[in-house]
Each structure stands twice: as C-alpha cells, then as structure tokens.
T-cell receptor
Framework: SQTIHQWPATLVQPVGSPLSLECTVEGTSNPNLYWYRQAAGRGLQLLFYSVGIGQISSEVPQNLSASRPQDRQFILSSKKLLLSDSGFYLC????????????FGSGTQLSVL | GDSVTQMEGPVTLSEEAFLTINCTYTATGYPSLFWYVQYPGEGLQLLLKATKADDKGSNKGFEATYRKETTSFHLEKGSVQVSDSAVYFCAPPNTGNQFYFGTGTSLTVIP
C-alpha cells in the first residue's frame, strides 16, 4: 500500500535561518506531489506542485522553493525564513489526472520566531 | 474555472445534533467531488466522494449526494459526536493537476 512520510513534525526556527522540509512517498511510481501551507485560521494554500522529477510549478511567489530530486521525494526549502512563513505545511500526492483524490502527510508545524 | 463555495464556520453543535455543511460547485461537465476532513494537528484525509451525478458518498455516518440540478454536494450527518470535531473541506472539482481548497468549515461538537 502507498504511504507518505513527512518530517519533521514540528520545527522552531529563528528569522533568517534556512529551512528544509522533506516528504517521501512509498508504494507508487510517478506520483504528482504537492506542498500546501495552512496559516492559522486560514485555508490551504497551494505552494508548489510537481508532475515529475525536476518539474516544479510555483503557485505563489515567495521566498520558498521546492525541488524533486527523485521520483518520490519532494523537498521544500528556504534560504532565509520570514515571520510570515510560520504555518502548518502539508505534503500530498495523487496519481495524477482529472478526478483523482489527494493523499496527505501528517504535516509539519513551523514556527518562525 | 471550476470552483466550490463552502459554508463558512465556525459551527458549534451539541452532541447528537444534525449536521449540514453546504457546498455548491461550478464545473464543466460532471467531475468527481470530494469531502476531506482534518482532525486537530493532522493532515487532511478523504472523508467521502461521489464520482458521478446523483451518486451518494458515505463514510463514518456522513453522507453527501452529488446533485446536478442544484450543483450541490452538501455534507450531512444525522447525529454528530464529539470525535467529529474537525475542519471539513469541500474539494473543488479537479480537472487538471492542481487542487485548490478553500478555508474549510470548522466544526466543534460539545458534550
């Protein structure tokens, strides 16, 4: 069966420090991968999605970036965190195509202080 | 483009009360529709889905009927429990690779 792993579960970082969040999927090949952010009291914001290795689509301009070095690995990064980067980050995958559902990881709670 | 309009929260109910969370959609054709649930501190998980018009999705006592006449996919449960406290997301029709969600509806069930 397919599983998705996301870590760390919680992270406290100072302003200006770098960020690296990792997500891996097991049990499937060539998934579509997604990074979402959920700020307190707000909905899910799609940050990046990827339909294949090295293929990244950015939805919102910001100081975050994403990379997909392997088929089932998706990394969210920042060189210098801002206070506004605080939030709950969720990785997700789907098999791709219209009408398919999303499978979410357990999330990373990021607090930038 | 395809989208959903979901009832805003927060919603507070007493245990065993009836729940309805409204969701209407606009879409080209009749794509699959989904409800997701997010329990505190967790990621979203699929609650139920309907793949075609007039379909009824159901899971854990929740139901939603895909009504093409009213373009609606309202979530209902006859008797809510404290453990149903969560945020519920009506997912917009996915006709491509992007999935855009709204703010969801926060439900709190009090004993």
């Amino acid at each position: 069966s397919q599983t998705i792993h996301q870590w760390p579960a919680t992270l406290v970082q100072p302003v200006g420090s770098p960020l690296s969040l990792e997500c891996t999927v097991e049990g499937t090949s060539n998934p579509n991968l997604y990074w979402y952010r959920q700020a307190a009291g707000r909905g899910l914001q799609l940050l990046f999605y990827s339909v294949g290795i090295g293929q990244i689509s950015s939805e919102v301009p910001q100081n975050l970036s994403a990379s997909r070095p392997q088929d089932r690995q998706f990394i969210l990064s920042s060189k210098k965190l801002l206070l506004s980067d605080s939030g709950f980050y969720l990785c997700a995958w789907s098999v791709g195509g219209a009408g398919e559902k999303l499978f979410f990881g357990s999330g990373t709670q990021l607090s930038v202080l | 483009g395809d989208s959903v309009t979901q009832m805003e929260g927060p919603v507070t109910l007493s245990e065993e009360a009836f729940l309805t969370i409204n969701c209407t959609y606009t879409a080209t054709g009749y794509p699959s529709l989904f409800w997701y649930v997010q329990y505190p501190g967790e990621g979203l998980q699929l609650l139920l889905k309907a793949t075609k018009a007039d379909d009824k999705g159901s899971n854990k006592g929740f139901e939603a009927t895909y009504r093409k006449e009213t373009t609606s996919f309202h979530l209902e449960k006859g008797s809510v429990q404290v453990s149903d406290s969560a945020v519920y997301f009506c997912a917009p029709p996915n006709t491509g690779n992007q999935f855009y969600f709204g703010t969801g509806t926060s439900l709190t069930v009090i004993p």
